[in-house]
């Protein structure tokens, strides 16, 4: 029963995760912190896959000689952990793109407000 409620505050923790970055994302009007909430909302997706990945009382898939027969259900697939290595890869690679642009709009328009910036593309 424990694993069970563990389990549902896992979801509820990524679909937490996930709105709080939404929100960041369509609310805020200041690139930086659009730009953090884009690391939270990428955050939620990465935790979301890994709790789907995860079954409990599962081994890792290395199969050693002398073992018994294996069976697949005893097994935790590991491809949903590494496809999230990836994306932690691009994930923080992202980051390092947005926060080069950040700093080259801050030179040239000396803000980071997102409507103080349309006013002055216009």
Same mark, same amino acid.
């Not at 328009?109 to 910036?117: A, I, K, P, Q, V």
């Given at each position: 029963? =424990?694993? =069970?409620? $563990? ?13 709080? !970055? ?9 690139? /930086? ?9 990428? /955050?939620? /997706? ?6 789907? !990945? ?8 290395? /199969?050693?000689?002398?073992? =018994? +027969? ?11 952990? +590494? ?10 690679? +992202?980051? !390092?793109?947005?926060?080069?642009? $950040? ?6 328009? !000396? ?7 349309? =006013?002055?593309?216009?």
């Amino acid at each position: 029963m =424990e694993a =069970e409620t $563990l389990s549902v505050v896992n979801y509820w923790l990524a679909a937490s995760l996930f709105l709080i !970055g939404l929100y960041g994302i369509l609310a805020r009007p200041h690139l /930086v912190r659009k730009l953090m909430a884009m690391n939270i909302l990428q /955050v939620a /997706v990465i935790v979301f896959f890994i709790i789907l !990945g995860y079954k409990s009382d599962a081994t890792p898939p290395i /199969v050693r000689q002398g073992d =018994e +027969t294996p069976i697949a259900r005893n097994y935790i697939n590991p491809l949903p952990h +590494t496809l999230m290595l990836t994306a932690i890869v691009v994930s923080v690679s +992202t980051t !390092g793109v947005a926060l080069a642009l $950040l700093i080259r709009i801050h030179r040239r328009f !000396g803000t980071l407000d997102e409507s103080e910036l349309i =006013e002055k593309l216009k």
